[in-house]
């Protein structure tokens, strides 16, 4: 009888892969995906990353879920026992959720204050938005240190909470109950936005073919974006899929849920382009607005929808959280269980390791939301605006794209046959010809371009220009 991990296992199939989707599917999906779309040219970041995701998210994924599995450790002693000098891969895997964890708690707990706000407007009570001004009222929000704290206070400690219960008594539980949830709630959003009158012109915009953007190398900066999108919202690079395979059954199809975990997660993408999109283009506003448009541009149309503006807005944002906090959970487990790893046989508990996490993301939580979005006079460092910038260069950025790149370079070129002797565990592995190509010459190539992509969009470097 197969040994279950002794940090834990899924319960069920579905479990485990609510459990992958709802990593996927977070503020990647319904605050990154819709805004870069917006500043990417619409269909044409549509298109690249559907590509992206065949080409390179379904391969990263499946060599990802299969190196968790056959070494049932986190990430960075899964790369450890393939080699003890890959190593560093594994540490680029691990500090990538670290650092985003930072940016991450402090945007969910954005998502609780408006979710809060939009009650409070449903009730005319004070602490709603009420007539003020969205750009002015966010703003406020933004720079007042002791609210944003607040917040980030409270859904970190959801967060450790829910992870803090175990990979099937937590995660699990959590998960197969919230994403069906968030799928319907978005539902109800699309519904209401596709129907405001002008909000064909959003869904036009979303997928009537337009190539522009690809002007010049117009579509190296489409790459880059949507490259750096994918890994965020695929949770690649970041260690978190090797965490969650290391918990699977041997007879657990791999290949399936390489190709169902992305699926789903771009399905949510792109019904959340077409939750804020055709709204946006509605209310006469600006699809590139940037990250403002979750809260400065849907609050806006929120707004204007009359008596059930607060309820449409609080539907939204709550079911934001609910996109945040499942991959909260599945980024605080990735860094837990590493821990776990490293002290293992010194008696350390679940609770004890998700405290130490949980603890060091909190203080870097609570300094990133004092920053204000730079708002605050905080001195800023990589040249970047606000400090929530300066931790995605590093992890977003560099991290995930660097370590992918030598994920492919190892299991497409050095250790050939490692993915597929536990693939063929579970499966044939029919996708083994189109994986073998993908990794040894399809990623390496989109990495290193989205690497260097990524560096001149942070840094405005010219490299492309």
């Known amino acids: 009888m197969e040994q279950a991990n002794s940090k834990g296992q899924w319960g069920s199939k579905f479990g485990f892969l609510m459990a992958a989707v709802g990593s996927a599917v977070g503020l990647g999906n319904l605050w990154g995906f819709p805004y870069k779309m917006g500043k990417s040219g619409g269909f ?3 298109l690249i990353y559907l590509i992206l995701v065949v080409l ?3 391969v990263i994924m499946l060599a990802e879920l299969a190196l968790g599995r056959k070494t049932g450790k986190g990430v960075i002693y899964a790369y450890r026992s393939v080699s003890k000098k890959y190593t560093w891969v594994g540490w680029l895997g691990w500090l990538s959720p670290l650092l985003i964890l930072g940016f991450y708690c402090m945007l969910g707990g954005y998502c609780i204050k408006y979710s809060v706000a939009n009650i409070g407007d449903l009730f005319h009570a004070s602490w709603g938005i009420g007539d003020a001004d969205p750009a002015k009222y966010f703003g406020a929000f933004t720079s007042n240190m002791g609210q944003t704290c607040l917040f980030t206070l409270i859904f970190t400690i959801l967060t450790i909470i829910i992870v803090n ?5 937590g995660i699990e539980k959590f998960t197969t109950v919230a994403m069906p949830a968030l799928f319907f709630m978005l539902l109800i959003v699309i519904i ?4 405001m009158p002008g909000a064909g012109a959003g869904l036009s915009f979303v997928f009537k073919p337009n190539f522009e953007v690809f002007k010049g190398t117009g579509w190296i900066s489409v790459l880059a974006t949507a490259g750096g999108q994918m890994f965020f919202s695929l949770s690649l690079g970041m260690g978190i899929m090797v965490t969650y395979g290391s918990y699977l059954k041997k007879d657990d199809n791999l290949e399936q849920s390489a190709l169902l975990i992305p699926f789903f997660d771009t399905l949510i993408a792109v019904m959340a382009a077409m939750a804020t999109m055709p709204a946006t283009f509605a209310s006469g ?3 590139a607005a940037g990250p403002g448009m979750l809260f400065i541009t849907l609050q806006t149309v929120f707004n204007a929808m ?5 309820i449409f807005g609080f539907l939204f944002y709550f079911l934001v959280f609910i996109a945040a906090i499942t991959s909260s959970i599945s980024l605080l487990e990735a860094v837990g269980s590493t821990i776990l790893d490293m002290k293992e046989g010194s008696g350390i508990t679940r609770t004890k390791a998700t405290l130490i ?3 060091v993301v909190l203080i870097e939580g609570l300094f990133i939301s004092c920053d204000g979005l730079g708002a605050n006079g905080f001195p800023q460092i990589f040249g970047q605006g606000c400090w929530l910038d300066s931790f995605d260069l590093v992890s977003e950025g560099i991290m995930m794209p660097l370590g992918s790149l030598v994920c492919a370079i190892i299991f497409g070129w050095l250790k050939k046959g490692y993915v597929e002797e536990e693939v ?3 499966s044939e592995f029919k996708m083994k010809g189109f994986f073998d190509f993908c990794m040894k010459f399809i990623v390496p190539i989109a990495m290193v371009l989205v690497l260097l992509g990524q560096l001149d969009g942070f840094f405005g470097l010219g490299i492309f220009s």
Do not use: Y
Not at 192 to 195: A, G, V
Not at 306 to 310: D, K, L, S
């Open 192 to 195: 209401r936005s596709c129907t």
């Open 285 to 287: 506003l600006d699809p």
């Open 44 to 46: 044409a970041f549509l």
């Open 424 to 426: 063929k565990l579970s």
């Open 56 to 58: 390179v998210g379904v």
């Open 165 to 169: 219960g175990g990979v099937s008594g």
């Open 306 to 310: 009359g008596a059930v503006g607060p």
């Open 357 to 359: 996490a949980g603890i």
